[in-house]
């Protein structure tokens, strides 16, 4: 029920009983739980059963069972369930608060799978699962002002279905690798619009320097495991690509930092880890260089992730003079946010109320990176700051720093405290 590959002892015993004798365990264990994560491993298993009749007719079964909308909506429920689970085991209940990171991601993907099984069994909708669990909220986390591990693999933010999807079938490998059905496979990382190819945005994204602290499969998408499975698709993760197409957006974003395309390529392919691929003094060269003010007025929703995108690069790098560039921007925008948000006309994907949480997770980020003692303070005075300068973002940042005042450890919201204070003189 875990997403680990099976210890190689496991192969070793299991390949010393009969035929039917392992038939009967997969039997056995499919009546037991058929959560995705549980027919990733059955696939795996059935590499070692010399009954190709048998094999054939399961590997027909789960692989379009896994890939048709039902299933997809399963493996969602799953990202859903588990991210639901690793809030209430380590915010809400005290015996699971002391545990590491590593043993709570084992419990949160454990107990998701044990759910999911149960709510198949029962043929509950996942229609309604989705949206039970999605509007379920744990408390806010104590270290919301540390890193955590929010970039691991196996944390439900890094993952998407199709990622799963396909992890998972590179976990099974030769099952999947005899499927007959190639198209099918080919859909998992392929869109076609006007008949032109292109891969799905999810994979352009480079998780291979992503953290895997429980060694899960998640992380084998990468060029040699791919070409196992998908031969005629593999090319798409090849180093040699995923450095073309970002050194392709630097060199852009080198001639006109205003090239929102070219942000959103590097956005796309690198988020929180663009790190060792690049020369450092390179990028920090670029960096220094952008007039984010500037930027944000062109394009205010690719102008902020531009600016996350920056400082996901400082979480990996200690670079002070560029996070003191980078405070001294917000505080300058802060004081021409009203002037920057009338001159420019907000996207039309992005309203006004997710241009300020996005500028807010802003704060939060360039607090992630101050001195532990430094944190708080400079969290909820800044947003202070906000708040004086444009007293328009209070409808929509109050209930974030009520829900903080009411859930964060003492030394923490007496800050808060002191925001909601301001906040009751603006209003």
Known sequence: LLPIPLNESCFISFN???????KNIVNNLLRNNRSPIMLFHILKILTYIDDQEFVAKKTEEFIPALMSDNGKEIIQSTLIIVNWVYGMLSQELQAFRGLHADKLLLYSWLLASKIVGCFIDCRISFDWVNNYFSNLHSNVPNNIFTMGIDTDISMPNNLSVEHMLLSGFIYAGDTVARFNNQTLLNKLIIGVIDGEEFLKPHFLRDLSLAPNLINSFFKNIQYAQISAILPEKAHYFSDDTIMENILFSIVKLETDYLDVKAWQQLYAITNDFLTDRIDRLRLISLFEKVNYIE?????????????????????????????????????????????????????????????????????????????????????????????????????????????????????????????????????
């Open 16 to 22: 010393q009983l009969s035929i039917e004798e392992k």
């Open 295 to 427: 930027l944000i007025s062109q394009n205010p929703k690719w102008g902020i992730l531009s600016v996350r995108l920056v400082l996901s690069y400082l979480k990996h790098q200690n670079h002070p003079n560029l996070l003191k560039t980078l405070e001294k921007t917000v505080d300058n925008m802060i004081q021409k946010l009203s002037n920057i948000l009338t001159d420019s006309s907000l996207d039309k994907h992005l309203t006004e109320q997710e241009f300020f949480l996005l500028f807010c997770e802003i704060i939060r980020d360039i607090t992630i990176l101050k001195a532990e003692q430094e944190k708080p303070d400079y969290f909820f005075s800044t947003i202070t700051k906000l708040f004086k300068h444009n007293p328009s973002s209070i409808p929509y940042l109050k209930p974030l720093i009520v829900r903080l005042y009411l859930e964060l450890p003492l030394d923490q919201c007496v800050h808060a405290f002191s925001v909601l204070n301001t906040i009751r003189a603006l209003e």
